[in-house]
């Protein structure tokens, strides 16, 4: 079977972000990137898979994106993954846009099981899998905590408002991992050294209309120093009175 991992190359959310000077992207410099930490389960999700399965089976990861990316690709190579591909496009890409080249990738690989992270910690937009699985006409499961395949049919349980939902459906179909469905393993040495010789292969990323555009990045204004109202009782009924009319928050 062929499996594929789609990963994001994104900032590391310990890094302090600061605006470029175009005042629509990051400035990079002293940025620290790594992938995205929810597509190392789905990294790992492809590999139990691929383990389970036997034979033939190859693993591939994908990335929409420059050549930064290929560091995120060879951290998938390292844990185990067998080709990498990179969709090369310097042009930022929304979601519709990234979606509509690695649906056209897929298709072109043939691959019937299809990982994603639940999200990417850059724009946490959340769609990126769904909108590749209508564009390929796969079935689609969301917030995934466990995973079980048997044959063509997939069971999945999945993660909802309150509680959790079990749902059946079959190949072809695309998950979207969340932090729980599995543990992903570290890279061993010999997984590293053997993933720096292992070649990238770089396509031009499909053609694809962007349907939202970045106007202007803002960080968020500075939290107003906090205030103490007393030190006993005696200050709860002016605590209430600004939680209710300053902060507006009772």
Do not use: W
Request: with cysteine; net charge negative.
């Amino acid at each position: 079977m062929k499996i594929a991992v789609c990963v994001s190359h994104v900032p590391d959310t310990a890094t302090r972000v600061k605006i470029g000077a175009d005042r629509k992207s990051i400035d990079p410099n002293g940025v620290t990137f790594i992938i995205n930490p929810y597509d190392e389960y789905a990294v790992e999700e492809a590999l139990k898979t691929k383990e389970k399965l036997g034979g033939d089976s190859l693993v591939y990861v994908i990335s929409v994106g420059t050549d930064a990316n290929k560091e995120t690709l060879r951290k998938a190579l390292a844990m185990g993954a067998d080709e990498a591909i990179l969709l090369k496009d310097d042009n930022p890409r929304d979601s519709f846009g990234i979606a509509g080249a690695l649906a056209d990738e897929i298709k072109s690989l043939g691959c019937e099981l299809v990982f994603f992270g639940k999200q990417s910690v850059d724009y946490d937009d959340s769609i990126v899998g769904q909108i590749t699985a209508e564009m390929l006409n796969y079935n689609c499961v969301h917030i995934v905590v466990d995973f079980k395949l048997d044959g063509n049919k997939i069971t999945a349980e999945r993660e909802i408002e309150g509680g959790r939902e079990v749902i059946e459906t079959e190949l072809p179909a695309i998950i979207t991992a969340q932090k729980g469905l599995n543990e992903p393993r570290y890279a061993s040495l010999k997984g590293i050294m053997a993933a720096k010789k292992k070649v990238i292969t770089e396509k031009p990323a499909a053609a694809s209309t962007n349907f939202s555009e970045v106007i202007e990045m803002n960080l968020p204004a500075p939290k107003k120093p906090g205030r103490i109202i007393g030190t006993d009782s005696s200050a709860v009924p002016e605590l209430v009175k600004l939680l209710r009319e300053e902060a507006k928050v009772i």
